[in-house]
């Protein structure tokens, strides 16, 4: 099999010492949605039936998170 590069592994956030089996099928860690706008991030949740919600900035204040209440 191929040798898998650091940054590859760095990619996937492995550490360059472990195995490469484990590079290839660690799962994705899931992340909560932003958005760019509050527009966008008001849409999305009348979209998907959010009625209980406010905005929390996030990224630097650049982006916007719903928060669910």
Request: proline share 3%.
């Amino acid at each position: 099999m191929r040798k898998l590069h650091t940054r590859i592994k760095r990619r996937f956030g492995i550490a360059s010492h472990i195995g490469k089996r484990t590079a290839q099928t660690k799962p994705k860690k899931k992340r909560p949605k932003t958005f760019k706008t509050e527009e966008d991030a008001n849409n999305w949740a009348k979209k998907n039936k959010i009625t209980k919600y406010h905005l929390k900035k996030v990224k630097r204040d650049k982006k916007f998170q719903i928060v669910k209440e």
